[in-house]
T-cell receptor, first 113, second 114 residues
Framework: NAGVTQTPKFQVLKTGQSMTLQCAQD?????MSWYRQDPGMGLRLIHY???????DQGEVPNGYNVSRSTTEDFPLRLLSAAPSQTSVYFC????????????FGPGTRLTVL | AQKVTQAQTEISVVEKEDVTLDCVYE???????LFWYKQPPSGELVFLIR??????QNEISGRYSWNFQKSTSSFNFTITASQVVDSAVYFC???????????FGKGTKLSVIP
């Protein structure tokens, strides 16, 4: 099993550009989520999905879109990147239970100039 | 609202010393789960332990041990005989039954000096 995979590992964008961070898991987990990690802030939830076709907002959803067309994939879209979105982004997945152990991808380090 | 506090921002110890990382949580739920994750310098997040609110037994895994005390809302993590490879940022997290959000503390950076 590859677990949770994320691409790209690093990305530099200019303000106003758009891009999609990819996330995939091969553990047949129903629940997937995106977090951002900023210095001194811990991890904050951006969006999550409890199954294909179902998504919802987390703590810091502004500026990000998500969709979940398959169980395996959960891409995160930045429609118009801003310097405030410079961060490390982690995708995570877990079984359907709300308190099951969550497993994280390796992260994507995004810089917006 | 749920909250996790890791009051120690950074800790430095000399190799072979014991070190305890503190975690205090707030929740109104009676059913909840607590987690510890390790983030080494390479950046990935590694799951260490999951503990539910009904199980206050302490857990030991090799040099790692966890002390869960509901009376003080704490879930502290002790590393015995620390090693350089233990150098990392450690996160404590709280998940409430019925909530999809996992709330993280801000992390404690542990540096083990040879």
């Amino acid at each position: 099993n590859a677990g949770v995979t994320q691409t790209p590992k690093f990305q530099v964008l200019k303000t106003g550009q758009s891009m999609t961070l990819q996330c995939a898991q091969d553990m047949n987990h129903e629940y997937m989520s995106w977090y951002r990690q900023d210095p001194g802030m811990g991890l904050r939830l951006i969006h999550y999905s409890v199954g294909a076709g179902i998504t919802d907002q987390g703590e810091v959803p502004n500026g990000y879109n998500v969709s979940r067309s398959t169980t395996e994939d959960f891409p995160l879209r930045l429609l118009s990147a801003a310097p405030s979105q410079t961060s490390v982004y982690f995708c995570a997945s877990r079984l359907a239970g709300t308190t099951d152990t969550q497993y994280f991808g390796p992260g994507t380090r995004l810089t917006v100039l | 609202a749920q909250k996790v506090t890791q009051a120690q921002t950074e800790i430095s110890v000399v190799e072979k010393e014991d070190v305890t990382l503190d975690c205090v949580y707030e929740t109104r739920d009676t059913t909840y789960y607590l987690f510890w994750y390790k983030q080494p310098p390479s950046g990935e997040l590694v799951f260490l332990i999951r503990r539910n609110s009904f199980d206050e037994q302490n857990e030991i895994s090799g040099r790692y041990s966890w002390n869960f005390q509901k009376s003080t809302s704490s879930f502290n993590f002790t590393i015995t005989a620390s090693q350089v490879v233990d150098s990392a940022v450690y996160f404590c997290a709280l998940g409430e039954a019925g909530s999809y959000q996992l709330t993280f503390g801000k992390g404690t950076k542990l540096s083990v000096i040879p």
